[in-house]
């Protein structure tokens, strides 16, 4: 089974600063048909989880530009270019490459 | 406007059983792979299910095989997840997601989900 691991664990950021979150799988995220199947969501308080980016770096419609993903084989990276208020919560990563699908253990983005 | 909502989830007892059901609504639900994704209180998203767009390929994570049942209902636009023997671990709010090939099948649409608690 593919382990996905986040860090960090957790992140305060002030308003306006910039935050990245680091996601690697143990194996190679990398299909036959040239694609890796590395998503990001975030879950927000007491909301179900939302999808930001699929395929790595395709930001969701009505994702904000200021999100924007990155990386390649088993190294990923999500990145927050100006943080908001609106951007507390839990960001995962998750990869559908091999069964089982595999989720991050999640980072929790807090604002200072 | 597309929608899913669970239902189904309860408290139920250990080595039980619990069927819960996520209703489809705004998209045609014959055509999309579906998701079962649980969430332990506290804790971070677990894969749990998914079966094909037409029902006839299902796969499951290793914790929940051989209990769990993933299945689909188009005539109805439902999809279901029957837990049998059921266990303490089992606890948490279930989610149903739609799998999107138009952004290569990451889960576009989720519902508010389900609680499960599994306790004597």
């Known amino acids: 089974d593919i382990v996905m691991t986040q860090t960090p664990l957790s992140l305060s950021v002030t308003p306006g600063q910039p935050a990245s979150i680091s996601c690697k799988s143990s194996q190679s995220l990398l299909n036959s048909d040239g694609k890796t199947n590395l998503y990001w969501y975030v879950q927000k308080p007491g909301q179900s989880p939302q999808l930001l980016i699929s395929?790595?770096?395709y930001r969701f419609s009505g994702v904000p530009d200021r999100f924007s993903g990155s990386g390649s084989g088993t190294d990923f990276t999500l990145k927050i270019s100006r943080v908001e208020a609106e951007d507390v919560g839990v960001y995962y990563c998750?990869?559908?490459?091999?069964?089982?699908?595999?989720f991050g253990q999640g980072t929790k983005l807090e604002i200072k | 406007q597309v929608h899913l909502v669970e239902s189904g989830g309860g408290v139920v007892q250990p080595g039980r059983s619990l069927r819960l059901s996520c209703a489809a609504s705004g998209f045609t639900f014959s055509t999309y792979a579906m998701h079962w994704v649980r969430q332990a209180p506290g804790k971070g998203l677990e894969w749990v299910a998914v079966?094909?767009?037409?029902?006839?390929?299902?796969h499951y994570s290793d914790s929940v095989r051989g209990r769990f049942t993933i299945s689909r209902d188009s005539s109805n636009n439902t999809l279901y997840l029957q837990m049998n023997t059921l266990r303490p671990e089992d606890t948490a709010v279930y989610f149903c997601?739609?799998?999107?090939?138009?952004?290569?099948?990451?889960?576009?649409?989720w519902g508010q989900g389900t609680m499960v608690t599994v306790s004597s």
């Open positions: 997601a739609r799998a999107n090939w138009v952004v290569s099948y990451a889960f576009d649409i």
């Open positions: 079966i094909s767009f037409d029902g006839n390929h299902k």
């Open positions: 395929e790595v770096s």
């Open positions: 998750m990869q559908s490459a091999q069964l089982p699908y595999s």
